[in-house]
C-alpha cells in the first residue's frame, strides 16, 4: 500500500445497521477532497457521542502495515539496512484451528511499557529476527482513544546477544513437555477435540510471561460443533512450564508455589532474602485468577473499559507474585525500548 491512513471511523448500529462515519486526527487531503465530493456524508469529529469515544480503537489493519514496515526500517544504519542485516519478521501463529498458517495477529492487552506511567490499553505484537525463532522485540501501539498518547507506537528492543525463546519456540516447549503431552493425550480420548487457544506475551517482572488456554470439545458422537470447554492454563516464564485446570495454579508450578495438593513440578527460584511465604505469593496468583476471569466476564459482556482494567489488574497481581517468589525483582535482561514512533 501506498497510501493507508485512519482518517474515518465507522461505526455500524447494532439494531437498526445504520453506518455512520466520522472524522478522525488531523488534515488528510484524500479526506478532504471525498468530503468535497460527497457533503454531509462524513461527520466531523467533535460529532462523536462521548459514550461512543471511548469504544473507538486503533485499527489493526494499519498496525500490521505498521508492524511489517518497522520490522525492516528499525534498522538505522545505511550499511546494515542495505545488507538486509538485524530485520525483524512477524512469528508465525503456533496456535489456534490452523497452527502456522498465517502470520500470528495483534492483540489488544492492558499493559505498561517502560516508561510509562500507568497502564493503557494497547495492541501488541511479536517479532522475531528474520530466519530465526527466538524473541528480538515486543512492540506496541496505544490505543485508547481517551490518552494523549493515542497512536504512540513504542519498541521494547532485546539484545541482540540475547536468546529469549520466541512464540513458536515456546509453543514447541509446551508440546514436548511431557506433562502436557500426557495432559492433552487425555482430553483427546473419546474422540474430544482439543483446540489450543491463542498464545498471548506480556512483559511482567523483567522477562516475557506467555499464557495459552487450552478448550475442549466433547465430540464423542462425531458429530461436528460440539461447543468448548475452557479445560486448562499452559504457562511460560524463564525457561519454567506450568499446566493446571486455572490459570493461578499454572502460574504456582512456574513460580515454584505449593498449591493445595497439586503441588509444584518445580524447584523454588533463587532468592536473595527475605522472600515471602507462598501464602503470600499463592495471594497473589489467585488474585491474578480472579480479574482473568472478571476480564473474560466483561468481554463477554461488550464492556470494554471494565475489560481493560481487570487486565491491568491481573498483570499488577503478577508482578507482585514474581517479586515475592524471588524474594526481589528479577534481573531485566537489558531490554530497553527504543524511541516511540508516531504515525
Known sequence: MNYIRNSVKAVVNAYTGAVSLYRWGGRDPVLGAWMKAFPGVIKPESAIPANLMPHLRYPTVLFEAQREILAQYHVTQAP?????????????????????????????????????????????????PRGRANMAAFMEVNSNPLSAGYGTIRILQLPQDT???????????????????????????GGSRVTQGNLVTLPVGGGLLYFEPVYVSQNATGSSGAYPTLQGMLVYYNG?????????????????????????????????????SNSTVQKYLQQAETFYNQA?????????????ADLAKMKAALDKAQK?????PSP???ASPSPSVSP
Open 80 to 128: 546494515e539496512f542495505y545488507g538486509g542485516q538485524n530485520f525483524w519478521t512477524v512469528p508465525s501463529d503456533p496456535s489456534g484451528t490452523a497452527p502456522n498458517a498465517s502470520p500470528q495477529p495483534p492483540y489488544y492487552l492492558t499493559m505498561t511499557m517502560p516508561g510509562q506511567p500507568r497502564p493503557e490499553f494497547s495492541l501488541t505484537t511479536s517479532l522475531t
Open 240 to 276: 519454567q512450564i506450568g499446566y493446571a485446570p486455572t490459570l493461578a495454579d499454572a502460574l504456582a508450578k512456574v513460580f515454584g508455589v505449593q498449591v493445595g495438593q497439586g503441588g509444584s513440578g518445580t524447584s523454588p527460584p533463587p532468592s536473595s532474602g527475605g522472600t515471602a
Open 296 to 308: 473474560q466476564a466483561a468481554l463477554k459482556s461488550g464492556n470494554l473499559a471494565e475489560f481493560g
Open 163 to 189: 536468546t529469549i525463546r520466541g512464540p513458536q519456540q515456546v509453543q514447541n516447549d509446551f508440546e514436548s513437555n511431557a506433562t502436557v503431552a500426557s495432559a492433552l493425550t487425555l482430553l483427546r480420548q
Open 324 to 328: 515475592a517468589a524471588q524474594g526481589s
Open 332 to 334: 531485566r535482561p537489558s
